[in-house]
């Protein structure tokens, strides 16, 4: 009981010490709770499931909870920025995942699903919108995107890119939005 004490405060102090060295790409001071990651996870539809991203996977929370979601012949492709976070990422075995340790900006191919826990409000404009184009631009038809958020000021950016719905988790530090996105498959560009 002790030890594993001791372990869940050093991930939370690692996690911490990334907040401190960048904030804007870390987004917040403590990973996401478990029920914010299974309300994501509960907005994918598992069973059509074959190829999924995760954008900003930090410590890997969320990952380990998609994982256990995910059908044993899909892939999940995971970007994560920061060096240490990414060797945290590294820890996890599973075979269907990829760890990329480059911007989210750089997606390619076609995904069921996306998740995502970018700090969207902290990356300079120019960046959220070439990673949110990007999103678009790489959902499979029928496919979500599926992004948490701590306030509701970047819903005018998602409404330019998809139609969402959200709802509201509070058992997290802080309480958070989910939103799930779909593309808006009449609008040919996005004006």
């Not at 401190?20 to 907005?43: D, F, H, K, V, Y």
């Not at 900003?56 to 994982?67: H, I």
């Not at 911007?103 to 970018?118: M, N, P, R």
């Given at each position: 009981m002790l030890a594993s004490a001791i372990n869940m405060f050093r991930s939370k102090a690692g996690f911490v010490q990334q907040f401190?060295?960048?904030?804007?790409?870390?987004?917040?001071?403590?990973?996401?709770?478990?029920?914010?990651?299974?309300?994501?996870?509960?907005?994918a539809d598992w069973q059509k499931v074959t190829r999924a991203?995760?954008?900003?996977?930090?410590?890997?929370?969320?990952?380990?909870?998609?994982?256990?979601?995910?059908?044993t012949n899909a892939s999940l492709d995971v970007f994560e920025i920061s060096p240490p976070l990414v060797k945290k990422l590294r820890q996890i075995q599973d075979d269907r995942m990829s760890i990329h340790?480059?911007?989210?900006?750089?997606?390619?191919?076609?995904?069921?699903?996306?998740?995502?826990?970018?700090?969207?409000?902290?990356?300079p404009a120019k960046i959220r919108h070439a990673i949110l184009e990007k999103v678009h631009e790489t959902l499979a038809p029928g496919g979500v995107f599926i992004q948490f958020q701590y306030t509701s000021l970047t819903q005018p950016e998602l409404s330019r890119y998809f139609i969402w719905e959200r709802q509201r988790v509070l058992k997290n530090v802080p309480p958070a939005w989910v939103y799930r996105c779909q593309r808006n498959w009449s609008d040919k560009t996005l004006g």
């Open positions: 401190i060295r960048n904030p804007r790409a870390i987004g917040s001071i403590t990973p996401s709770s478990l029920i914010l990651c299974e309300t994501m996870a509960q907005c991203a995760e954008l900003g996977a930090g410590d890997g929370v969320l990952t380990r909870v998609l994982l256990q979601h995910l059908a340790s480059h911007s989210a900006e750089h997606l390619t191919g076609h995904y069921d699903v996306i998740f995502s826990g970018l700090p969207l409000l902290s990356l």
